[in-house]
T-cell receptor, first 111, second 110 residues
């Protein structure tokens, strides 16, 4: 069966500091991978998606970036965090039948 | 562009039936998804409709009308644990992506 991992679970970072969130998937190969952000009480905003190693599509221009160095690894980064980057970050993988399954998420607070 | 609309909040009574509506306008539409999200947790997949009609899964059913750009999620025999947000999402085949609505927060009262 497939499993998706995210870490860390919780993060508190000062404004201007760097960020690196990691997501890994087990039990499947060459999945489509997605990064979403959810502000408190809001829906999910798609940030990046990847259909393969080194292939990244950005949906929202901002100070975040994503990379996919390995088939089942997806990384979200920032060089300098802003207060507005606070939120719940979710990684998801997509089955061939289109449904997406989410990791447990990382709750980021920028202070 | 992509536009998904669903009510912000709903309240229902334990044991009752509730219908959560969702309307969408998306290009390259290829299916409508429903997710459940409890507070502080990640969304979990509930259902997927690609053809018109009703899909039933236990206490939960989901309906789709592609011509009307409309879907609903029907929850029967409500339980307190059904208190959660319900997210409607439309799949865009051209972009390999889901566009989510803002979610409907359902509160089930005794």
């Amino acid at each position: 069966s497939q499993t998706i991992h995210q870490w860390p679970a919780t993060l508190v970072q000062p404004v201007g500091s760097p960020l690196s969130l990691e997501c890994t998937v087990e039990g499947t190969s060459n999945p489509n991978l997605y990064w979403y952000r959810q502000a408190a009480g809001r829906g999910l905003q798609l940030l990046f998606y990847s259909v393969g190693i080194g292939q990244i599509s950005s949906e929202v221009p901002q100070n975040l970036s994503a990379s996919r160095p390995q088939d089942r690894q997806f990384i979200l980064s920032s060089k300098k965090l802003l207060l507005s980057d606070s939120g719940f970050y979710l990684c998801a993988w997509q089955r061939i039948s289109y449904e997406q399954y989410f990791g447990p998420g990382t709750r980021l607070t920028v202070t | 562009g992509q536009n998904i609309d669903q009510p912000t909040e709903m309240t229902a009574t334990e044991g009752a039936i509730v219908q959560i509506n969702c309307t969408y306008q998306t290009s390259g539409f290829n299916g409508l998804f429903w997710y459940q999200q409890h507070a502080g947790e990640a969304p979990t997949f509930l259902s997927y409709n690609v053809l018109d009609g009703l899909e039933e899964k236990g206490r939960f059913s989901s309906f789709l009308s592609r011509s009307k750009g409309y879907s609903y999620l029907l929850l029967k025999e409500l339980q307190m644990k059904d208190s959660a947000s319900y997210l409607c999402a439309a799949y865009n085949n051209a972009g390999n992506m889901l566009t989510f609505g803002g979610g409907t927060r359902l509160m089930v009262k005794p």
